[in-house]
């Protein structure tokens, strides 16, 4: 679990520090690809309380999801379709599906 939250921490000091700002025609691929992140990231917290956690596939699965999710994108984009509104929606279920298990998982103990 520790693994998870310094990521999220390193994250969001490196946002709030650089003061990045993001083009608006890179906007849905940004979305997309921290939709894929965070959702990657609930990942990680539910099989750390499930006792499942393992870092190779932590980093791995946030790489390629976050990469995958920004290059369908892209691809979509290309070829006239929305793609990655259908990556939001299966990325936003996701991370609810994850919030209420991790939430019963907390309750439970």
Known sequence: MLLPAMALLLGLT????TK???????APYTAVA??????????????????MFDD????????SNTLLAALLAFV?????????????????VRIFENLAIIRRLLFTR
């Open 76 to 92: 979509g984009d290309r070829i006239g379709i929305n793609l990655y509104l259908a990556a939001l929606v299966a990325f936003g």
């Open 20 to 26: 990045a700002t993001i083009p608006g025609h890179l």
């Open 56 to 63: 190779k596939i932590f980093v791995s699965g946030l790489l």
């Open 34 to 51: 921290l939709l894929a992140a965070f959702d990657t990231l609930l990942g990680g917290c539910r099989a750390a309380l499930e006792g």
């Open 14 to 17: 490196l946002g709030f520090v």
